[in-house]
């Protein structure tokens, strides 16, 4: 599984988070954004979270991969995202599906 961590400023600064891209996308803009020519790519739900300040729509995909993607990602188990890098709160509707 794949995480990264976020930059030093901004919403949730500094935090791991599950990659992501702004905007409303294909399954092909996620293909090229990752730099790959085939992934197996399931939507999930759509989820929202509400900061004091803004609210964060989200659309979320599993994509599975038999090539490594471009970026700097660092890639973990499902045990260590519970144990050792915890991930915020706004993304909770997605770190449930985690198994």
Same mark, same amino acid.
């Given at each position: 599984? =794949? ?5 030093? #400023? +901004?919403?949730?600064?500094? $935090?791991?988070?599950? &990659?992501?891209? *702004? +905007?409303?996308?294909?399954? *092909?803009?996620?293909? *090229?954004? @990752?730099?790959?020519?085939? =992934? /197996?790519?399931?939507? $999930?739900?759509? =989820? ?15 994509? *599975? $991969? #038999?090539?490594?993607? /471009?970026?700097?990602? @660092? ?8 144990? #050792?890098?915890? $991930? &915020? +709160? =706004?993304? /909770?509707?997605?770190?449930? @599906?985690?198994?």
């Amino acid at each position: 599984m =794949a995480i990264r961590k976020r930059d030093d #400023t +901004g919403l949730l600064a500094s $935090l791991y988070e599950l &990659p992501g891209l *702004e +905007g409303r996308i294909s399954q *092909e803009q996620i293909k *090229e954004a @990752l730099g790959v020519k085939e =992934a /197996k790519i399931t939507p $999930l739900p759509e =989820a929202k979270h509400i900061f004091s300040h803004v609210e964060w729509h989200m659309t979320g995909y599993r994509v *599975e $991969l #038999t090539e490594v993607p /471009k970026g700097d990602y @660092l890639w973990v188990t499902p045990e260590e995202i519970k144990k #050792t890098y915890s $991930l &915020p +709160g =706004a993304f /909770k509707a997605y770190t449930k @599906l985690i198994r």
